[in-house]
C-alpha cells in the first residue's frame, strides 16, 4: 500500500488578490519556499513531496503518521501568512491513494472556504512494514544534455520536455500511477502495481510516437525515501550498462 | 524590445549523482531554494524568473544590466555549492529573445561541460525607456475551483491544468510568444507583439478543443513587474464584469 498526502493552502486563491494583486515575484517566492519548507519536513521522516500546482502539493508519506502531519501544518501556521489543510489516504495504487486523500480533505470544505482552516482529514495511513512497499520510477530524457539543451533554445528544450511530461502522465494515469516533473530531463512516477514491462511498453511508445528516448529506473522500499534512492541506483545501472536498455528495477533489502 | 535571461546551472547533471546519486529531496530543496533566491534578486530590479526546468531558469530582464547580473552570480557562488551562467538577449519577440540568450551562453560551453563555469555571455540588451516595452499575459483557468479542485481528485485537476499548458504552449510558441507555469491554474506569457485578438484567438481555440475556459489580463508597461501587475489588473477588470469576456489589455502610464 502507498500513502500518499495532499497539502493545500487555505483559501489562498482570494488571498493572492487581497486587497489587490499582490506582486507576482513575491508570490513565487512564498510558493517556492513554502515547497522547500514541507519537502524539508516530509524528506526528514522519509516522505518526499512533488510541487504539483505549488497550492496543492501531493506527496509519498508511508510511516508518517497523524502527529507527524499535526506538527508539520503548525510549524508552517507559525510562520508563514497562509495556513494548510491536509488530506491523507492510502490504497493499492498512487492513484487511488491521492484519491482518497482528495475526497477526505473535500469532505471538509472547498479550497476557496473561508470557514475550512488548517485541517487533517485523514482516510487512511499505510503502516511503515515490509507488507507496505511504495514503488516509484525515475525518468529521465536520454542524452537531453547532447540532443536539446546545447543546441536547441531554451524554452523549445523545455516545450519538449513538457510534451514527454504530457504524453508520460496521459499513459501513467490509465494505469493508476502518477507523474511528477522534478526538474531538468527528470519525472518521479509513484507506481505501485505497474510491472516492469508495463512501464517499458510505455516509454517504447513514446519514443514511437514523439521520437523522445527515456528510460526508468524502478526502485520498490518501505518509503518513499528508499525507493527514490533505489530508482537512482537504477538509473545508473542503465548508465553504466550503455546498451540501449529501457529499465531496471531495484528492490531494497532490509 | 523584450529582454531575457537563461540562467542555467553549471555542470548540474554530474553533480547530482557525485560519488553516489543524492537524496532527491536535498535535490528539490537546494532547486527551490535556488529559484526563490533568483528571484528575490532579480525581482528587487524589477524582473521576474520562472523556474522552467530549475536547472534551467528563464526570466524576463529588461532594466537590468551587466553589473546587476554580475552581482546576482557572484551571490549565488557564495552561498550555494553549485555556481550558474548566464546568457543575455534582447529582440522583438520573447522567443527570439532567449534563442540569442541561449546561443551566447552554448558558444561558450555546454551545460556539462566542466570547464565552463559562472560565464555571463551578453549578445544584447534593452534599455528601460519607453521605446523598450515589455507585454505579458496572466492567464488562468475559469472557475478552477468549482469545476476540478473540489471535485476532481488532486492529480486529476493538476493533468487537466497541465494539459491546458501543453496546448496553450504550443500555440503560443508559433507566434513567438512563451509561456510559464506560476501555480495554481496561472500562467504568465510574454507575449511581445500578440494582439489582443490573436490572444483571445488561442483562448478560444482551446476551449474548443479541449473544453477549458481561460481569460487572460495583458498588461504593458517598461518592465516585467509593471507588465505582470497591470495583466494582474486586466484579469480582475474581467472577473468584476463577469460577462463571458476573454481578454482585458493595461498599458501602464508613466
Ligand atoms: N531532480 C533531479 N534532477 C536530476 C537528477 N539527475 C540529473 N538531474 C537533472 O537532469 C539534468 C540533465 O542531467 P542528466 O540527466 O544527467 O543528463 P543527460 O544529458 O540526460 O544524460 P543521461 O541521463 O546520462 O542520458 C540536470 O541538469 C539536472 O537538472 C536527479 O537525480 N534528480
Ligand atoms: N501565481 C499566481 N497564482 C495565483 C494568482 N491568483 C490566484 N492564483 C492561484 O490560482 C489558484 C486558484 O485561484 P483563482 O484563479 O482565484 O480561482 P478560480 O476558482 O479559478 O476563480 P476565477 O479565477 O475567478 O475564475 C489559487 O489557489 C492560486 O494558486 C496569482 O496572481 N499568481
Redesign the interface.
Known sequence: MIQMT?I?IDN??PWT?TP??R???????L???L??DL??Q??NKKG??F??????L?AVTNGIDEEDHLRIQRSIRNRYPITISMGVGAAETP?EA??L???AL?KEG???SSKRKEILAIDSLAPADENNLVQAA?IDINSV??TL???????????M???A??YL??KL?KKGA?LFF????NF?APCNGLSEKEIEDILVEINDEIGIGLKAGIGVGRNM?DA??MA??G??EIRDHDNGMWTWVIEKEY
Chains 1, 2 share one sequence.
Open positions: 495532499l493545500q489562498y486563491g488578490v489587490r494583486p506582486n507576482e515575484s513575491d508570490l513565487q517566492i510558493q517556492a519556499e515547497y522547500a519537502e524539508r516530509f524528506a518526499l513531496v510541487f504539483t500546482r505549488f497550492d496543492n501531493l492513484h491521492q484519491k486523500a482528495t475526497i473535500q472547498g479550497a476557496q525515475h544534455t547532447e539543451t546545447d543546441i536547441e533554445s531554451a524554452f523549445d528544450t523545455n516545450f520536455v513538457n510534451k511530461q504530457h502522465m496521459t494515469i502518477l522534478i526538474g531538468g530531463d518521479m525515501e527514490a534512492y537512482d541506483l538509473l545508473e
